[in-house]
């Protein structure tokens, strides 16, 4: 799925357009926050390791080491896990638009529900807040069992990609679940049923967001083959028709997912 919505962007200029400004906007809001945090590290560091302010002097400054390095491993970690979830709500029209196309590209949707603009918005950031909650519980003990000889480098990197691929796969079909009056719970249960495809999508994006720069390029693209997944959860049509991106409309044809 993600290699067919990689070839579906790599054809259109206008969707990799789409749907690289938002997260460049998202990446360059993250890199500030970055920035800002290594800035007063130092003084962050001291406030955490105040029990420490009377032990001998190397002590003192392994333990400030320490705690830097936990500070900014945890900012990294909900850096990945959230960016997704921040992206999806600052781009959300773009990233309707490029879902739209898609779903015309492939027959158009039969079962659409017209939803006011504003209540959209308002679900897309009740259910982004969930997710980010999500993953916040569980990437921060994810990332403390991390430190525990041999289980933390062999089985904890494992768990963490296929929680934060199951997370991703959630967050990036959001909106053609949205477009059909489906909330939540209906796309958790709906992957759910395709458990080894949603994985093996969410995986694949999680370990090409870890890459520098791999989510503001690679965006556009999890979000077309997050269309399709979705599609084909909730079976309907993934084989292309012969109606142009812009021409299918919801009523389009639907055709056998075979």
């Not at 739209?100 to 009740?126: H, K, N």
């Not at 679940?177 to 949603?198: C, E, H, I, N, V």
Request: charged share 15%.
């Amino acid at each position: 799925m993600l290699g067919r919505g990689l070839g579906l962007v790599a054809r259109s200029p206008r969707l990799l357009l789409l749907g690289m400004l938002p997260a460049l906007i998202s990446g360059l809001l993250y890199a500030a926050a970055l920035i800002t945090l290594i800035v007063f590290l130092p003084d962050l560091t001291r406030w955490l390791t105040g029990f420490a302010g009377g032990w001998p002097t190397g002590t003192r400054d392994l333990v400030r080491v320490l705690a830097g390095v936990a500070v900014v491993g945890v900012a990294g970690l909900l850096g990945v896990l959230t960016f997704t979830a921040v992206t999806l709500l600052v781009g959300d029209p773009f990233y309707e638009k490029i879902s739209g196309l898609v779903e015309a590209r492939f027959g158009g949707v039969p079962d659409e529900v017209e939803t006011p603009w504003w209540r959209s918005l308002g679900r897309s950031l009740v259910d982004s807040v969930r997710l980010i909650a999500l993953s916040v519980l569980f990437g921060v003990p994810l990332f403390a069992l991390g430190f525990l000889p041999v289980v933390g480098q062999t089985v904890v990197p494992v768990l963490g990609a296929a929680v934060g691929g199951w997370l991703l796969a959630v967050e990036l079909t959001g909106v053609p679940f949205q477009r059909r009056g489906r909330r939540l719970r209906d796309r958790r249960a709906a992957l759910g049923a395709q458990r080894a495809m949603s994985l093996g999508f969410g995986v694949a994006v999680f370990l090409c967001f870890l890459i520098p720069l791999g989510a503001v390029l690679l965006m556009p693209a999890a979000v077309a083959g997050a269309t399709l997944l979705a599609r084909n959860a909730l079976g309907h049509n993934t084989a292309a028709t012969s109606v142009g991106p812009g021409r299918a409309g919801a009523g389009g044809a639907e055709m056998s997912t075979t």
